[in-house]
Each structure stands twice: as C-alpha cells, then as structure tokens.
C-alpha cells in the first residue's frame, strides 16, 4: 500500500505563490492508494477557501482522497458546514449534547446561531480495501472551534472506539492535525487521552501536520509493550512563516518490511516551482 501525505494547504491569504497546477501535476506523479491530507486546509475557514481547498483536492487522481479539519478551518462558525459540503463529506460520529463534555463550543445553540449541525468536531471512520487487505482510516478532531489550541473529547473517542470495535479490519491509521507529542506552542493539551486511544486499538502509524515542520518519530512503551511511529507533514503551500517547510510525504509500501519514505521538497526560486526529492529511509 502506497500513501501520499499533504498538510497545511492554507487557501486564502496565507496560501503560497507558486503555481498550483504545477503542483497537482508532481502529485499526481506518484502512484498513490490513499492520500491523506491532515488539515489546515483554509485560512480562516471562509466558504471561498474551503471551495478553493476542495478543488484542489478534487484534482488529485486518487480515489481515496481523505482529510481532516485544522485550527485555521475551525475559525468560522460554519466550517464543520464548509468542510463537508466542500472538503470530505465523510459520515461523521456523533454523541449526544447531553453528555459531560469538556472541549470547548462543542455544541451550537442551534436558536442562535441557526446552523444545520451544531456539533462542531468532525471524527469519522472510513474501511477502505487494498490489494485485499482492509484498512481502517480514523480521522480525530484534534482542533476547537475558535481557538489554536488543540484538544480531544473524551466522549468522541469513547463513541470512535465503539464504533472501531463492529468492523473488521487488517489495519489501522490515525489521522490528526495536532501532535501527539508536540511540544510546540500550540499543543494538543491533552495528549495523552489520544496516546491511549492508540495504545488501545494498536495503531501502529499516525500522521499529523499544524507545524510546518517536518517530524518523524517512533515511540516505544516498554511497560505497556506497545510502539507507534508518527509522521508529522510540513506545509504543503503556505506562506505562514519565512522558514516554512512546504514539502510532501510519500510512502511506498505501508505495513511491510520493504516500507520507503520518500521526501518531496518544494521551492519558489524566481518565482518558478522547483522540486528536490530525498530518500528518508
């Protein structure tokens, strides 16, 4: 199994540059199962973005395009609105408003605000088959509405996890926007509720972006005897920050012992897109 993993695409004012189409073509290059796109797809979670963001997505040639929110999509009241009608339309899992929640503006007053859907976090599941194996796509609402921040519902992934445990399934992937193991400014707070939730249902890979910078590590619990290794993805087209790492991931063979990360770099020399290619392992 071949996975390509972008990031942080940014669209609105923050988006790059460089020549989009450019872009796709080098994307599309690679011969991709899944592509994985682990979110701040937006600015600012505008509707002009977020249909930006899809169009972008729609034209990569793979059919099993999949993404997930960041902070910057979470800065509109409607962007769990936006991202669905735009981005990915995946089922979302959802839990009743009547339950002890702690993340913040979890739910809407609907009488308020007058949205259709008044729960904010988009946590999914999707099954996906490869060369007859089942892999399990776990998309986790690592953002809040409104902040950057980073945080993780209890509740959500209790109702994830109920869910997990009806399908059958070869493998396992986590996708988030936050790190599990960041330690940057702006973490995910509570962290070790998602470590858990890995540890209990044994995922060995998680991806992740928000920092722009391009992390690989491999985490080994020796009490527990459990290891996961985490890829997180640089920004695949911003201009947030000068020292951004716009870059893509590519791995070839997933799962087996023949597993290769392949680095894909991406510059603007005088205003033309180049591209430097490297062999992580």
Known sequence: MNILHISDMHFGPRHWDGDDQILLK???SFDA???INTGDNTTDGLEDECAEAGRFLKAIKCKNVISTLGNHDKRNMRSHELFRKYIDNSEIITISESLNTRKKNLFLNREITKVGENLTDLNFVKSISINGKKVLILSIDTSELY???GYVEQEILNAVSKEIEQIEYDMPLLITHYSVLGTDELPL???AALIDFIQKHKIEYVFC???HKLEIMR???LYQGYSF????CGSLSSSNHPNDDNMFLYYE???SEDMHLHLMRIFLEMGKVQFKQEIVF
């Open 26 to 28: 080098m994307i599309n």
């Open 209 to 211: 972006g928000h920092t």
């Open 147 to 149: 902040s950057n921040d």
């Open 229 to 232: 290794t985490h890829f997180m």
């Open 253 to 255: 063979n997933v799962g």
């Open 219 to 221: 985490v080994n619990d």
């Open 189 to 191: 707070q509570n962290s």
């Open 33 to 35: 199962d899944i592509v």
